[in-house]
């Protein structure tokens, strides 16, 4: 079967490819072996993520996933309880990473768009019991993903903090989207991780990277990662191709996220006109939109393959639930255009 890209892709910011002017970073970069600690331009892009965040020390790590699972796995010990929302990607998407790995378990909690409340988290405090688990990390998703996108305030973030501070919980950010959300609020990522033990930003997401993701915390959490990433087959070699690739989105893809939140918001709007179409939320606060088709003549796999066949792509996330997700490979145009697809398969398949 020949390979036919969609022309229109909002499945995931995944999607993004590196643009040119990206890929000439990548060709100049200089390199050397990252393992030795030799690799200038990972050692700078650690460097930058660090001060971003406002953390003392970064690793360059090939994906969010390996960020989480790393975080967890020197913060926990073998039967500790990691609190996170039911809708996380660590519970969700890691493959029961945690548990492989850390040798934990999560306390999935039922936050709302997965932000939870302090309180939340301290009701799920295990108390100091000798058959209990110990409650070791609380994790905070920002933006959430399966939230739609949705942002953690300063305050909610801080709240978290305090009865962390209280409990001698450690917080760990999956920051994945973070810069998302610091476009959105226009609150700085170092003051969203003043609330956090360590945190990671995603290269490869909408800041349109091929690869890669940072991870940060003290000088001693990253000493004890590099153990891990050692031991998972994460330490590369001339990385510098890739991290040049990051250093390049950090300066040139971040502030045009909000592109991608406005044409989220015209993708909204044009969606709720749709008789048929129900949004999750109004509320689309960056980049991610679910939405349900609620008609009985079509389901959201019937939309999604009469899409496909003109080149639009959208994610089946349930029989009647879809995700779309904006990013920089899918302009204003297309936006309108998918939306206008949605429409008339609507009414196509309606009358
Ligand atoms: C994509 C994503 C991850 C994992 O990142 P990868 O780079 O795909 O491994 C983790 N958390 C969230 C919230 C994500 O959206």
Not at 49 to 58: F, M, P, Q, R, T
């Amino acid at each position: 079967m020949a390979h036919n890209p969609p022309r229109i892709d909002l499945f995931s910011d995944t999607k993004t490819r590196p643009s040119m002017e990206m890929r000439k970073a990548m060709c100049a970069a200089e390199v050397g072996d990252e393992q030795a600690d030799e690799d200038p331009t990972t050692i700078s892009l650690c460097e930058i993520v660090a001060d971003l965040l406002g953390h003392e020390k970064a690793l360059f790590l090939p994906s969010g996933t390996m960020c989480n699972q790393i975080a967890l796995a020197v913060h926990c010990n073998p039967g500790d309880e990691i609190i996170a929302d039911e809708t996380s990607h660590i519970f969700n998407f890691e493959v029961g990473g945690a548990s492989a790995i850390a040798g934990a378990m999560i306390r999935p909690i039922e936050g709302k768009n997965g932000i939870f409340a302090a309180s939340q988290v301290e009701d799920a405090l295990r108390p100091p019991l000798r058959h209990s688990p110990k409650s070791r990390v609380v994790v905070v998703e920002q933006t959430s993903n399966l939230g739609g996108g949705s942002v953690w305030t300063l305050e909610m973030l801080n709240s978290i903090k305090d009865i962390a501070r209280n409990s001698d919980l450690i917080v760990h950010m999956d920051g994945a989207r973070l810069m998302n959300a610091v476009v959105a609020s226009g609150i700085s990522a170092k003051d969203y991780a003043s609330c956090t033990d360590t945190a990671w930003i995603d290269l490869s997401k909408g800041l349109g990277c091929p690869i890669g993701g940072v991870l940060t915390g003290t000088r001693a959490f990253i000493e004890e990662a590099w153990f891990w990433k050692q031991r998972l087959g994460g330490a590369m070699r001339q990385s510098g191709m890739m991290a040049a690739a990051g250093i390049f989105a950090l300066k040139n893809n971040v502030s045009r996220l909000a592109e991608d939140h406005e044409n989220a918001q015209v993708f909204v709007e044009r969606l709720s006109q749709i008789d048929g179409i129900e949004l999750k939320s109004e509320n689309i606060e960056t980049n991610i939109i679910f939405f349900t088709v609620n008609t009985l003549n079509i389901n959201a796999v019937q939309l999604s393959s009469s899409l496909l066949d003109q080149g639009i792509r959208i994610n089946v996330t349930g029989e009647n639930s879809v995700r779309a997700v904006t990013h920089m490979d899918v302009d204003r145009k297309s936006v309108i255009e998918a939306a206008d697809a949605i429409g008339q398969i609507l009414v196509r398949n309606t009358s």
